[in-house]
C-alpha cells in the first residue's frame, strides 16, 4: 500500500505566455502536515486549484491516494476537504444548517449529517452558536465553521487556504490547535500560509515556490540547518546584512570584528525564505 497521498509529475499550468506552474514535481505522504510557501505570483494559488479540481493541468498529472485525478475525479473530490481563503458560508442558514448542508452535499443520509454536526460543533467549540446565522458570526468564528463544514464527510485529505488569515493572535494560536489534533487523528493536511511561524509551528514538511518552481522542500528545521543555525544580523552599505554559521561560536567571532550594531541569533525559517528568495517574509502578503 502507497504512504503516498499527494505525486504531482511534471505539472504545469500557463494562463496565456504565462507560466504559472513549470514542470514541478512534488510528493506529499499520508498522515503529513505539509506546508506550502512562497510570495505572490509563486504560484501558490494555481497549484491549489489544480489540487482542489477547480482547474486542470495543461501538462503532467496529479494523483490523489493512487486516484489520477484527470481520471477518477469524482473518487478524488470524495475524499477531499477545502476550506478556502475567503467566506464561502451560506450567510442566511445557521451554523448548525451550513454543516448539515455540508454533509448532504457529499450524500450524506439527512440523520446521518445532523450528527454529524452535532459533533463538529462540539469539537469546534460552537454549540452556543448552532441557531446563529452565519453572516453575524465573529471572523473567527466563521473559519471555526468553515473548518467544520469541511470535515464533515471525514476527508482522507484536507486543504487549509490560509487558515487564520485575518485572526487575532490568540485565537489564531486556538486554530492552531485544531489543526493540530485533527493531524495527529490521521488526517492529512495541506496548507498555504503568509506567516513563516505558521508553518514553522504547524509543518512538520514545507516547500517554498518562487516564480512556479519548487526552490526548497524539507523539514523546517533541516531547512534551517542546511543554512546555519546561528546568524548574524547586521547594518552596512545602506542595507541589512546576514551571514550564516553551524555554531554560535563562530558566529559571535565573525561577530567580533564588525563595527556598529550587530545582532547574533538563532537561525529561523523567515530567514530561508529570505536567501532563497531574495525577499523577506513581509513582503509575501504586499
Known sequence: MSKEMIRLIDLTKRYGSFTALNNLDLTVNKGELFGLLGPNGAGKTTLLRLLTTLTAPDEGRIIIDGSDVSRDLV???????????????????????????????????????????????????????????????????????????????????LFLDEPTVGLDPVFRKKMWNYIKQLNIDGMTI??????????????????????????????????????????VEYFEGGSFRYRFFRSRSEAQSYSAAIEGRVTVRKTNLEDVFFRLTGRKAVEIAG
Not at 451560506?90 to 454533509?103: F, K, M, P, R, S
Not at 449529517?113 to 467549540?125: G, H, P, Q, V
Not at 505558521?198 to 531547512?223: F, H, N, Q, R, V
Open 75 to 157: 473518487r478524488v473530490k470524495n475524499i477531499i476537504g477545502v476550506v478556502s481563503q475567503h467566506n464561502n458560508l451560506d450567510q442566511e442558514l445557521t451554523v448548525e444548517e451550513n454543516l448539515a448542508y455540508g454533509g448532504l452535499l457529499f450524500n450524506m443520509p439527512y440523520r446521518e449529517a445532523r450528527l454529524r454536526a452535532a459533533e463538529m460543533l462540539e469539537f469546534f467549540d460552537l454549540v452556543s452558536k448552532r441557531k446563529t446565522r452565519a453572516r453575524v458570526l465573529s471572523g473567527g468564528e466563521k473559519r471555526k465553521a468553515m473548518l467544520a463544514r469541511a470535515l464533515m464527510h471525514k476527508p482522507q485529505l
Open 190 to 231: 495541506l496548507l498555504t500560509t503568509h506567516y513563516i511561524e505558521e508553518a514553522e509551528a504547524l509543518c512538520e514538511k514545507i516547500c517554498l515556490l518562487d516564480s512556479g518552481s519548487l526552490i526548497g522542500e524539507g523539514a523546517p528545521a533541516d531547512l534551517i540547518a542546511s543554512l546555519g543555525r546561528f546568524t
